[in-house]
């Protein structure tokens, strides 16, 4: 079976850092594009980054400059680094797999909370 699982998530305050890992198993991991989805209460979920099969990156305007995706292919994991964290942030972070249109998977969720 396939398996996103998360770690990482947390309390911090603003201005501090988390890094999010999402340990990836059951599928061929090089192959898919991978990316990081936010969902804040009453809120749409969102992407906040990607990073493709060939290791092209995309952020969304809000996180530019502050978060960083990487993919470790050897160890079947992604990876969000957060820096400079506000509280806006706060939201439950979902890893997401890809291999086309039909076939996705999904994360648990872990809690991020930035807050005094």
């Known amino acids: 079976q396939v398996q996103l699982v998360e770690s990482g998530g947390g309390l911090v305050q603003p201005g501090g850092s988390l890094r999010l890992s999402c340990a990836v198993s059951?599928?061929?991991?090089?192959?898919?594009?991978m990316g990081w989805y936010r969902q804040a209460p009453g809120k749409q979920r969102e992407l906040v980054a990607s990073?493709?099969?060939?290791?092209?990156?995309n952020y969304a305007d809000s996180v530019k400059g502050r978060f960083t995706i990487s993919r470790d292919n050897a160890k079947n994991t992604v990876y969000l680094q957060m820096n400079s964290l506000k509280p806006e942030d706060t939201a439950v972070y979902y890893c997401?797999?890809?291999?086309?249109?039909?076939?996705?998977?999904w994360g648990q969720g872990t809690q991020v909370t930035a807050s005094s």
């Open positions: 997401n797999a890809r291999l086309n249109l039909a076939i996705g998977y």
């Open positions: 059951g599928i061929t991991f090089s192959i898919y594009d």
């Open positions: 990073i493709t099969r060939g290791g092209t990156t």
